[in-house]
C-alpha cells in the first residue's frame, strides 16, 4: 500500500494540522491543547483526580503528572489531598483556570469551524462517528 493511502498516515497528518492550528490560537493564553482538554474535564466540577483526567483524556498517568505541574506552575489548577482518603489526590480548576473558559471555548469552536467549514452537516456527523468507532476498536484482541 501506497504511504499517503495508509489510515495512519491519514490520521496522523490530519491529526497533526488541526493540533498546529490550534497550538497557535490557543498560544495567546499561554495554554496548550492538552492544557485545554484538562481544563475542559475540570470545567462544572468541584475537582477530579488525575487517573480519572488521564482516563478521559486517553493518556498515561505518568504524562498527566507532567501536563498538571505545567498547568500548576502556571496557577490553572491546584492539587490537594483529599482529607478523607490521603491515597487520593484532588485535582481543582483555579479561578485564573475559569477565566479562561470563555475565552478558549470561543477559539475552540472558531478552530472546529475553520477545520470543518469545507463539510457539509452529514459530512461532520460522518466523520465524527467514524472517528469514534475507529477510537473505540480493540484492533487484533
Request: glycine residues 4%.
Amino acid at each position: 500500500m501506497e504511504l499517503k493511502e495508509c489510515i495512519n498516515f491519514l490520521l496522523t497528518n490530519a491529526q497533526h494540522n488541526v493540533f498546529q492550528y490550534l497550538s497557535k490560537r490557543l498560544t495567546e493564553y499561554d495554554v496548550t491543547p492538552l492544557q485545554h482538554g484538562v481544563l475542559s474535564c475540570l470545567m462544572g466540577k468541584s475537582y477530579d483526580t488525575p487517573k480519572h483526567l488521564a482516563e478521559n483524556l486517553s493518556l498515561e498517568t505518568s504524562t498527566i503528572s507532567g501536563v498538571l505541574d505545567r498547568m500548576q506552575k502556571k496557577g490553572l489548577i491546584d492539587r490537594v489531598v483529599n482529607k478523607e482518603d490521603r491515597r487520593e489526590v484532588q485535582v481543582r480548576i483555579t479561578e485564573k483556570g475559569r477565566e479562561l473558559e470563555e475565552q478558549i471555548t470561543v477559539v475552540i469552536d472558531d478552530v472546529n469551524a475553520e477545520v470543518l467549514k469545507s463539510f457539509t452537516d452529514d459530512e461532520i456527523a460522518y466523520l465524527k462517528n467514524s472517528l469514534r468507532h475507529i477510537a473505540s476498536s480493540n484492533f487484533g484482541e
